[in-house]
């Protein structure tokens, strides 16, 4: 079985910290930080800095593209119903999670997502509290759910088990 590296493991655990920050102030007071972003951005650069400058040079493309892309999609939807669907910070938030992984993951961190949001919610109409379709309720924790599992499965799908 393959060891995991000192360098891996420090990743992982300022993922963490960065990733548990940004989804507790989120659920509880419906911001996230721009300083949380910009250090889960930055964070995400650094560690792709031993790659070399066109590996960083892409992810920081592909944060730009992100960016982009998100937003549309929350003008968009703003300009249809008249209202915010999707607040800034998630939008930046998606846009620094794309520091971190590749870009062939950004699906599969907003298929994780989002599919976890809506279970929470299937939930939480089943055990009985309101649905209404105005409440508001909090991306960040689960872009972080879905940035933790792209992450760690970039990091890890790659390893082999067994002899």
Not at 23 to 34: G, K, Q, T
Not at 99 to 114: D, H
Request: charged share 10%.
């Amino acid at each position: 079985m393959a060891s995991l590296s000192p360098a891996l493991l420090v990743q992982g655990l300022v993922l963490a910290v960065l990733l548990a920050a940004i989804a507790v102030v989120d659920a509880r007071h419906m911001i996230i930080p721009d300083a949380f972003n910009l250090a889960l951005a930055l964070t995400g650069i650094a560690f792709h800095l031993p790659d070399g400058l066109v590996a960083v040079s892409g992810q920081l493309a592909s944060a730009v593209l992100v960016f982009a892309l998100i937003y549309g999609i929350r003008y968009a939807h703003g300009r249809m119903t008249g209202r915010i669907g999707l607040g800034l910070g998630d939008v930046k938030m998606m846009s620094a999670a794309a520091c971190w992984i590749g870009p062939m993951l950004l699906p599969m961190l907003l298929f994780i997502a989002s599919a976890a949001a809506l279970v929470v919610v299937g939930c939480q109409a089943v055990a009985g509290f309101t649905t209404d379709r105005n409440r508001r309720i909090p991306f960040g924790p689960f872009i972080a759910l879905g940035l933790a599992c792209t992450w760690a499965y970039e990091q890890f799908s790659a390893i082999e088990i067994g002899s």
